[in-house]
């Protein structure tokens, strides 16, 4: 189900009506009613039926309206204003109807595509298989995408039984010859040995934790980009340390550092081949005083202003 976002949640403080100089975030986004394309267009995933099939705790369904929360009131600092920004609402998951709401988040993004680029607000980590249906249908089958998780797990189990949070990697390298995957902040003891074993039996690219400062993860990751026509990136915010990003499903103690991740967002983002970011797993109900939601807006926006250099 589609619906338009609320006008309120893109509130703040304003220190200049006209000047753009003085802006921020609320004062130059649009809504789809009144903008049909922009240079960034966001959609939120309003689900986590992926992660209750995942067996993890809910409540990320309510991240797309904390994260526009946090990201209205920050300074517009592009001077780029005009259409630059449209938030076209969200694709809400009814039910249990989580592979429907994926094919219409995929619609969504592939219509975003079209005129610039699409920012998802998730969601569970499921959405990324929405995300990908989109950036898929927007590039054509032929074109190589490049998978690149910022993620504490592979996201790579079985979906014999039914898809997840937890699946959606395997779906895509299974169904897609010309997808690859390379992730980093991998959690040694975060994952099984099995999990370790199919990413490798998938050729897929991947650096722990503790690789994360090495000059062969850059490297790495650069041959990564270059290599395929376009990338579709996606963070899962329980990459970062447990305490800095305490409002997620699956915390993790000795996780990423915000600053580490910033660095990884901003060199990914600057990158003319990505077409599509989403940010996935925060979660408001486990969130302290909106800190998670907060830092996520953070990451939205480097993406953002990256985006344009």
Request: net charge negative; hydrophobic share 40%.
């Amino acid at each position: 189900m589609y619906k338009n976002t609320d006008s309120e949640v893109w509130q703040g403080r304003i220190d200049h009506h006209t000047e753009p100089a003085y802006f921020r975030y609320h004062q130059v986004v649009q809504l789809a009613e009144t903008a049909h394309q922009g240079k960034i267009g966001l959609v939120g995933f309003v689900c986590d039926e992926g992660v209750r099939r995942n067996n993890g705790r809910v409540g990320a369904k309510d991240a797309p309206h904390a994260l526009r929360k946090q990201l209205a009131p920050l300074p517009w600092r592009h001077s780029i204003v005009e259409n630059t920004l449209v938030d076209f609402g969200d694709i809400i998951c009814e039910g249990h109807a989580l592979e429907l709401a994926q094919l219409e988040l995929g619609d969504k993004v592939a219509d975003i595509l079209k005129s610039g680029k699409a920012i998802v607000l998730g969601g569970g980590h499921e959405t990324l298989y929405g995300q990908y249906l989109g950036v898929r249908k927007a590039v054509g089958a032929n074109a190589s995408i490049g998978l690149l998780n910022i993620d504490a797990h592979f996201d790579m189990r079985s979906y014999d039984n039914q898809t997840s949070s937890g699946t959606m990697f395997k779906q895509i390298l299974d169904e897609d010859p010309n997808a690859h995957y390379f992730v980093c902040g991998i959690q040694q003891f975060g994952n099984t040995t099995a999990l370790f074993n199919t990413a490798d039996q998938y050729n897929v690219q991947y650096f722990v934790d503790d690789q994360m400062d090495s000059d062969v993860f850059l490297s790495q990751l650069n041959q990564f980009m270059d290599t395929h026509d376009v990338l579709l990136v996606t963070l899962c915010m329980d990459v970062l340390n447990a305490a800095e990003a305490p409002g997620v499903s699956a915390p993790s103690p000795f996780g990423l550092s915000a600053l580490k991740v910033r660095d990884i967002l901003r060199r990914i983002a600057a990158n003319k081949k990505t077409v599509s970011f989403s940010i996935c797993e925060v979660n408001p109900s486990l969130d302290e005083n909106h800190r998670t939601a907060k830092l996520g807006a953070y990451f939205i926006n480097e993406v953002i202003i990256n985006s344009f250099e």
